[in-house]
């Protein structure tokens, strides 16, 4: 039973629909970006219009930025994207906006992923998974890196939201997730995706107990760096591992 419980918690895993969208901007494998909508004409502050009111720019030159960083930020209320470098700053304002903002774009070493607003927080995602963090997000486009501006300074985020899952599902920490969800978070002085969900204990291949746990999983490293469950749990649980 359990054997089965862990294939139905994979299959699920992989079912998860891949966006394909491609947001307000792209971040091409060659580092440049493009603007995928025309939104406004002029100023450094522009109104981002209702999704059908959009318009597809076509792929040119002048939409992209070699050397620059594009930011995510939250302030007074305010969600913004900055797009800048040595030589200019534009600034577009999301709020109240709930999609993919920014498409990167996959390439060597580089995964493909959505960076974007949900539920008023900036979002992450990869294979369908995503994770949501109040940290304002900044990407490099040259080399795809992210980074998230917490409390405690700049913090790289190295393992994707699927790849923290499936860090979780090799040291078989949760037999099954509550939704497609992470939060990325600080947990003492790491960087670390919160998830939350649901391990099954094996008594004698007879009974079958669900327990509700929540799993740190490093942002730097994958590792899972701390388990949060009832405190019996963490006593007698691993003989029903």
């Known amino acids: 039973m359990r054997r089965w419980l862990f294939i139905l918690f994979v299959a ?24 995928n909508v025309l939104s406004a004409e002029g100023g450094l502050t522009l109104e981002v219009p209702r999704s059908e009111d959009l318009q597809v720019k ?12 594009v ?29 993919t903002i920014v498409e990167i774009e996959e390439r060597p070493e580089v995964q493909r992923m959505q960076i974007g607003v949900r539920d008023e927080k900036f979002s992450i995602e990869h294979k369908g998974m995503i994770a949501l963090t109040e940290y304002p997000v900044t990407i490099d486009p040259k080399s795809a890196r992210i980074t998230l501006s917490t409390d405690r300074g700049e913090r790289i985020v190295s393992i994707t939201p699927y790849g923290a899952i499936e860090s979780l599902l090799r040291a078989k920490t949760i037999s099954s997730l509550d939704g497609n969800k992470l939060f990325l978070v600080e947990k003492g002085s790491e960087l670390a ?22 799993a ?5 490293t994958g590792e899972v760096i701390l388990i949060e469950a009832p405190v019996w749990y963490k006593i007698v649980g691993f003989l029903f591992s």
Do not use: C, H, W
């Open 12 to 35: 699920l895993l992989f079912t998860f629909p891949e966006k394909v969208d491609a947001g307000f901007l792209k971040i091409r494998r060659d580092g440049k970006i493009e603007y």
């Open 58 to 69: 076509a792929p040119n030159d002048e939409g992209s930025l070699e050397d620059g960083t």
């Open 71 to 99: 930011s995510l930020i939250k302030k007074d209320g305010k969600i913004s994207m900055v797009i800048e470098n040595d030589a200019s700053k534009k600034e577009f304002d999301f709020t109240n906006y709930n999609d």
């Open 193 to 214: 995706y919160l998830a939350k969900g649901t391990k099954v204990l094996n008594l004698l291949n007879i009974y079958y107990y669900p327990v509700a746990v929540s």
């Open 216 to 220: 740190f999983v490093s942002a730097s």
